[in-house]
């Protein structure tokens, strides 16, 4: 979300920071209090699904709603070089969405062994059929998880809002963008109707904003896409890692991480061996990144984080 704020100081990103902390439960925190229902998906949607997990998770989910969750999920304030600050939320589908996962994943499974399916299960390539009830309640089920994390998004965005205009006064916020991954949607590509899954990626049609995040250390980006169809209208959906989070902590050096930020003057929270996961160090380089993909996208926006809150 861009503002009209042209620029904060260092003292009065802590003072925002420490607001948001307080309004929005990071990691496996969860709201203590459920949150407004109204702001949740209509559950009347799945009436249709046997066994919906939603339905079961509903309750649960609305103490979720709002939370940031933990890995790579952030909440991020950044100068960008079109003269404002904005604001970047990096959140999923929280516990309710991995309950869903973990059903349809298992009964996946099931079936395929039962149908003696040729792929082989250590592959955790399980599949359900199209024009199968299961694979049509699982869409319906997983298009309710997508919603729900926008919602998600939405609600701690309201709030890192309201923290930035306790502190500083009167704000506006001229533009919203939101884009998603790790989920899949009927889509036409070279003249077929076929089911696109993105993981590491995010849609890039013709046109269509979207955002690709370096890291807390380095540049994230506004971008339009170009409608590449040899991507399947698609592009990155970050700088990826080039370490596994294990590899990042045991191998790479605290003070030169926290050096590295400090001397880029962001207000971070990288501060023992375990936060290594999140360091800079630990994903690639966002420039090679961004080059690599120029014939996907075009840069409108360059970031520069100026502060970060990781789950």
Same mark, same amino acid.
């Given at each position: 979300?861009?503002?009209? $704020?042209?620029? +904060?100081?260092? *003292? @009065?990103?802590?003072?925002?920071?420490? %607001?948001?902390?307080?309004?929005?439960? #990071?990691? =496996?925190?969860?709201?203590?209090?459920?949150?407004?229902?109204?702001?949740?998906?209509?559950?009347?949607?799945?009436?249709?699904?046997?066994?919906?997990?939603?339905?079961?998770?509903?309750?649960?989910?609305?103490?979720?709603?709002?939370?940031?969750?933990?890995?790579?999920?952030?909440?991020?304030?950044?100068?960008?070089?079109?003269?404002?600050?904005?604001?970047?939320?990096?959140?999923?589908?929280?516990?309710?969405?991995?309950?869903?996962?973990?059903?349809?994943?298992?009964?996946?499974?099931?079936?395929?062994?039962?149908?003696?399916?040729?792929?082989?299960?250590?592959?955790? $390539?399980?599949? +359900?059929?199209? *024009? @199968?009830?299961?694979?049509?309640?699982? %869409?319906?089920?997983?298009?309710?998880? #997508?919603? =729900?994390?926008?919602?998600?998004?939405?609600?701690?965005?309201?709030?890192?809002?309201?923290?930035?205009?306790?502190?500083?006064?009167?704000?506006?916020?001229?533009?919203?963008?939101?884009?998603?991954?790790?989920?899949?949607?009927?889509?036409?590509?070279?003249?077929?109707?076929?089911?696109?899954?993105?993981?590491?990626?995010?849609?890039?049609?013709?046109?269509?904003?979207?955002?690709?995040?370096?890291?807390?250390?380095?540049?994230?980006?506004?971008?339009?896409?170009?409608?590449?169809?040899?991507?399947?209208?698609?592009?990155?959906?970050?700088?990826?890692?080039?370490?596994?989070?294990?590899?990042?902590?045991? *191998?790479?050096?605290?003070?030169?991480?926290?050096?590295?930020?400090?001397?880029?003057? #962001?207000?971070?929270?990288?501060?023992?061996?375990?936060?290594?996961?999140?360091?800079?160090?630990?994903?690639?380089?966002?420039?090679?990144?961004?080059?690599?993909?120029?014939?996907?996208?075009?840069?409108?926006?360059?970031?520069?984080?100026?502060?970060?809150?990781?789950?």
């Amino acid at each position: 979300m861009q503002t009209s $704020l042209p620029g +904060l100081d260092r *003292e @009065t990103l802590k003072k925002i920071l420490g %607001l948001i902390r307080a309004a929005v439960p #990071v990691g =496996f925190d969860h709201h203590k209090r459920q949150q407004d229902r109204s702001l949740m998906p209509d559950p009347a949607r799945l009436d249709g699904v046997e066994k919906s997990i939603v339905r079961e998770q509903f309750e649960a989910g609305c103490k979720q709603i709002g939370t940031l969750g933990g890995g790579n999920h952030f909440i991020e304030m950044q100068q960008g070089d079109d003269g404002h600050v904005w604001l970047m939320i990096h959140s999923g589908s929280r516990n309710i969405g991995l309950k869903v996962a973990e059903h349809y994943n298992r009964l996946a499974v099931s079936l395929n062994e039962r149908w003696r399916s040729e792929v082989p299960k250590k592959w955790e $390539l399980a599949f +359900l059929p199209l *024009e @199968t009830q299961e694979a049509q309640e699982y %869409l319906a089920e997983m298009s309710w998880c #997508v919603d =729900f994390a926008l919602a998600s998004r939405k609600l701690m965005m309201e709030r890192v809002k309201a923290a930035v205009q306790e502190v500083v006064g009167a704000v506006e916020f001229p533009q919203f963008i939101n884009i998603a991954h790790n989920y899949a949607a009927m889509e036409e590509h070279f003249g077929k109707e076929v089911l696109i899954h993105r993981k590491g990626a995010t849609r890039a049609f013709a046109g269509e904003f979207g955002i690709i995040p370096g890291s807390q250390g380095s540049r994230s980006f506004i971008v339009i896409g170009k409608g590449n169809r040899e991507s399947y209208c698609s592009c990155s959906h970050g700088a990826g890692r080039k370490m596994g989070r294990g590899q990042a902590q045991r *191998e790479l050096n605290l003070q030169a991480e926290v050096e590295r930020l400090d001397a880029l003057g #962001v207000v971070h929270g990288i501060r023992n061996q375990k936060d290594l996961d999140e360091a800079p160090g630990s994903y690639k380089d966002i420039e090679t990144v961004m080059e690599n993909q120029s014939d996907l996208v075009d840069i409108a926006v360059s970031l520069l984080p100026l502060a970060v809150i990781k789950g």
